[in-house]
């Protein structure tokens, strides 16, 4: 993996998160866990480059999240949809689901990623945040919260960006 700026990227986070999805992923205890997502984006905020990502109270990836400092999003070619589809559909708690999908997690300083990835941005963990009912507007909660499971918003700082060397 070679080091880019987030400026050499160049990333529609549009098409990058909401249509080819992302991996979320950390470590907690010597174990890592992942998950797929396609909400989130990138910006600017505290006078840093920053990802946004959402995580619903029932995953266990939260639970890894909350514990580690970093996380990292990982990007994959478009061959990759069945293996995330899977990742985003089974959890982590009753398989090793990274295994069966043929991933091998690496690390960037103690953060977990995957050999696999396209790209991978390393972030710190900077803030977390509540969603709250009285937030939203009446048809958000009946679309997406009807069964009570809100999600936490969570701002990481950029780190690094990793993107694979191609020969």
């Known amino acids: 993996m070679k080091e880019i700026t987030i400026k050499e990227w160049g990333v529609n986070p ?35 480059d920053v990802v946004y990502v959402f995580i619903r109270q029932s995953r266990f990836t939260k639970e890894f999240i909350d514990a580690a400092d970093t996380f990292s999003l990982t990007f994959f070619p478009r061959n990759a949809q069945k293996a995330l589809a899977y990742l985003g559909s089974h959890s982590g708690r009753n398989e090793d689901k990274i295994g069966k999908v043929g991933f091998h997690v690496a690390f960037n300083n103690g953060t977990p990623y995957f050999e696999e990835a396209q790209t ?48």
């Open 14 to 48: 549009f098409a990058a998160i909401g249509k080819e999805w992302m991996l979320i992923t950390a470590a907690k205890d010597g174990k890592v866990n992942t998950m797929t997502a396609s909400w989130g984006g990138m910006g600017v905020i505290w006078g840093a």
């Open 120 to 167: 991978t941005v390393i972030c710190t963990k900077w803030s977390k945040h509540s969603i709250k009912l009285e937030d939203m507007p009446a048809d958000v909660r009946e679309k997406w919260y009807a069964d009570n499971d809100y999600h936490d918003m969570y701002i990481g700082r950029i780190e690094k960006v990793l993107v694979k060397e191609t020969i």
